[in-house]
């Protein structure tokens, strides 16, 4: 069984900055390809940025230039590095960890941590 448990949300002013940290367990971690969604209220859940096995990153438009995302392998934890934070950024973030063993798809989710912009 994966699990995921996120941390460093809170709340923060614009133009501010939070880092998030989500460490996984249960799984080879270097396998896996492991993104940040969020979702805000009445909103759908959206990704934030994704990284795969190989490193490669990708972004929604809306947080290119601010947010980085990265992994440390010997850590099981991947990260999200935000920067200039908007209020527009508020919402709940989700930490999820895909995989395939043997010819099955796999993906799982983490609690999810607050975080929240203040104008």
């Known amino acids: 069984q994966v699990q995921l448990v996120e941390s460093g949300g809170g709340l923060v002013q614009a133009g501010g900055s939070l880092r998030l940290s989500c460490a996984a367990s249960?799984?080879?971690?270097?396998?896996?390809?492991m993104g940040w969604y969020r979702q805000a209220p009445g909103k759908q859940r959206e990704l934030v940025a994704s990284?795969?096995?190989?490193?490669?990153?990708n972004y929604a438009d809306s947080v290119k230039g601010r947010f980085t995302i990265s992994r440390d392998n010997a850590k099981n934890t991947v990260y999200l590095q935000m920067n200039s934070l908007k209020p527009e950024d508020t919402a709940v973030y989700y930490c999820?960890?895909?995989?395939?063993?043997?010819?099955?798809?796999?993906?799982?989710w983490g609690q999810g941590t607050q975080v929240t912009v203040s104008s």
């Open positions: 999820n960890a895909k995989f395939v063993q043997g010819i099955l798809p796999y993906s799982y």
């Open positions: 249960g799984s080879i971690f270097s396998r896996n390809d």
């Open positions: 990284i795969v096995s190989g490193g490669s990153t």
